[in-house]
């Protein structure tokens, strides 16, 4: 009985697989309600028909038609990155931030006149201390340059060395890979392989070497105490103080908020000037880093004059 029932349902279904159309597919409407709408549908010929009927859409010429479905596919793939994970668009901007400095170390990568192992470069021990050369800047740093003036190693252009004019926070403000400048060779180690060069005239780089020469006739800094008064003279202004040198190990340091004569809304380059005699106090002494700290104003704590001196005056006048 089983088998004649599989039979006659067999039968039956035969006649309606006949009627069901293979290629043809069937209409929206037929498979959506009344009610329903369709958002999206990758039916060419329904698109078109839909819009067919728009009359607007049927005046633009094709080319227009072209760029607004190229920027419909723009906006869509913008806001598909709009959507992507967190992890995935971390990756990808990780992706694009290397390959934008890999682009920015090519450019900024100089040819040298002569190439590293050329025979045409000088020994160092040809090298004059002394010498003005013309170097090429090859890369900077954040405490300076490094400049080819054509010996076996690049000479190293500190950021103190390279104006006297204004204060030079980093070489970038003027200097850029590539710029061909004359630097003066100061200091040249041949067993080392390093050189030092500076862009300061030959009158300061002379008055330095003075001083450094006088460097054992110094005062140590073990030897300065806080509240101690010096007198000194300024020789940098920067953009945040100056530095004065008191025939100490090492130049003082004074912020110009600490000058006497500080008033809200004055610069640095007002109220100090290169050359100016100055008289300050000790406000700090850092042996191991070599630091010297120094204020402009007299220290509250220091005794002042003696009653008795004061009445005496007073009788006096």
């Given amino acids: 009985m089983k088998c004649i029932a599989i039979v006659i349902s067999l039968a039956l279904l035969a006649p309606a697989r ?110 004059i201390v002394g010498e003005i050369y013309n170097g090429t800047v090859i890369s900077l740093t954040n405490f300076g340059a490094y400049v080819d003036i054509g010996s076996e190693c690049d000479g190293l252009l500190h950021v103190s060395q390279i104006s006297r004019q204004q204060f030079v926070e980093h070489p970038r403000q003027l200097l850029k890979p590539g710029d061909v400048i004359d630097v003066t060779l100061v200091k040249c180690g041949v067993d080392m392989k390093k050189m030092q060069v500076s862009m300061l005239d030959q009158e300061i780089l002379a008055e330095e070497n003075e001083e450094e020469e006088e460097f054992q006739e110094r005062i140590p800094l073990e030897d300065l105490s806080m509240d101690d008064e010096l007198w000194g003279e300024i020789k940098r202004v920067t953009s945040f103080g100056a530095y004065v040198e008191l025939g100490a190990t090492v130049q003082g340091w004074m912020h110009f908020m600490d000058h006497v004569e500080f008033d809200y809304g004055k610069e640095p380059s007002d109220l100090m000037k290169v050359g100016d005699r100055i008289r300050c106090w000790v406000a700090n002494v850092d042996e191991e880093r070599e630091r010297l700290k120094l204020t402009g104003n007299r220290p509250k704590d220091l005794p002042g004059p003696r009653r008795e001196m004061m009445r005496k005056a007073d009788v006096e006048y």
Avoid at 58 to 84: C, D, T
Avoid at 99 to 114: C, D, G, L, N, T
């Fill in 18 to 127: 006949a009627f069901i159309p293979s290629v043809q597919r069937p209409a929206l409407t037929q498979i959506f309600a009344e009610g329903d709408t369709i958002l999206y549908s990758d039916d060419e010929q329904e698109q078109e028909k839909k819009l067919s009927g728009n009359k607007r859409w049927a005046s633009l010429s094709p080319s227009v038609k072209a760029r607004i479905r190229k920027e419909g596919q723009e906006r869509a793939v913008i806001n598909k990155k709009k959507r992507e994970p967190i992890a995935d668009k971390k990756r990808r901007m990780m992706m694009h931030y290397k390959q934008a400095m890999a682009e920015s170390k090519s450019q900024s990568r100089v040819e040298r006149p002569f190439p590293t192992n050329s025979p045409d470069r000088t020994t160092l021990k040809d090298m």
